[in-house]
């Protein structure tokens, strides 16, 4: 999900004056469901990539046909606009008449709107549907990038960065048997990297057949991250805020690990792909051979569309991937926070859950327990192993902690004062 954090946020808001309406009470939640029917809430979620889109058309239709509300997906190609927009708003004195209801959000971006009092709560763990996560087991569903959640925001979506790749242009030795036979267009088929070093060395010997998306996007910032936690001599820095740290000494191994992987991206590392949607078309086009993602079904989810071949299969690095949860957050300001709630609570049924993990849908992983779940409930949950390019169940258990958010923004502005114009 790329989600670009706001650059720059005041220390303090304008001091403002006046009542805020009366909020629902998610404890009484008959009272919240009635106070949303009819209506219509705006929810501001990023809108790149058809299979989210489609998802979100699925969730309108339902909360019509259970609750009486409209959802309005407000389409974003950076959620810091939506992020800047409420932030105006209190600076104009706006307190209850807000043009928000909802946002798709995590980690830099909440960070700076908890910083700036911008978000509604506590009230993710008052919704009926919360206690399905079992955050008591799962700590991650209140925790987004090292900081406590504290009921500012109610998480509906999973994820992990994972590698896919064409075996019939890289063959896993494993499979094959020979990490020496020839691809379909007579390549020496190799191994797939297994580690970020590997990684380099594997793009050197395969010029122009990887690449990562253009910072900011939030998939190409993620993958910055997975390179620094690989190589920094000592990761625990990077989950204090940066500016604990000598960042330049910190960073210095990525940069020096960039340095002697651009020349061999695609396009000699002078143009990136804009979006991780972008980099699954270049595979799907044969301009790649080795891609990632930050969504683990995906590449099935592509497959079984027929956007990448029947030769597509997935993995993760062997020392695991960075992975975090995505959320929802209710402004401060919204003027329709009971049909927020309704909204927050849907996205948390098991049904709901399901539906968005599904291959043909989306395949955005549960944030639920669903070992916790009644056995109907789990039932929804079966993974498509017979898709060649799903994970295996056990491919995600070794998952790696994202930063603190103030290492986002400084790897953001650093990679583009180094790089942009070269």
Sequence with gaps: MPLRPLALLPALALMLTGPLQAAPDPADWEAVLEEARGQTVYWNAWAGDSRTNRYLEWVARQLAERHGLEMVHVKLDDTGTAVSRVLAEKAAGNRDDGSIDLIWINGENFAAMREADLLFGPFAEQLPNFALTHPEHNPEVVTDF??????????????????????????????????????????????????????????????????????????????????????????????????????????????????????????????????????????????????????????????????????????????????NLHFVAIPFNSPRKAGALVVANFLLSPEAQAHKQDLAVWGDRTVLDVARLPEADRERFVLDDENPAMLPADALEKTLPEPHPSWMTALQDAWRERYVGR
Excluded: C
Aim: no cysteine; net charge negative; proline share 9%.
């Design 146 to 323: 090292t900081l406590p959640t504290e009921g500012f925001e109610s998480p509906w979506g999973k994820a992990q960065i994972t590698f896919y790749y064409d075996s019939e242009e890289i063959g896993d030795s494993e499979e094959i048997g020979d990490s020496h036979e020839l691809g379909r267009d007579g390549a020496t088929v190799e191994e797939p990297p297994r580690s970020i070093e590997a990684l380099l060395a594997w793009a050197e010997t395969n010029p122009g057949r990887f690449t990562y998306p253009r910072i900011p996007d939030f998939t190409g910032s993620t993958f910055l991250k997975q390179v620094l936690i690989a190589l920094a001599d000592d990761p625990a820095a990077l989950y204090a805020p940066v500016a604990e740290s000598d960042f330049a000494a910190v960073t210095a191994p990525l940069w020096e690990y960039l340095d002697a992987l651009h020349p061999h991206l695609w396009r000699s590392g002078r143009q990136f792909p804009a979006t991780g949607p972008e980099l699954r078309r270049l595979m799907g086009d044969g301009e790649l051979s080795l891609a990632f993602t930050f969504y683990p079904s995906e590449p099935a989810a592509a497959v079984a569309d027929l956007e990448l071949p029947e030769s597509v299969r997935s993995y993760v690095l062997d020392e695991g991937t960075l992975g």
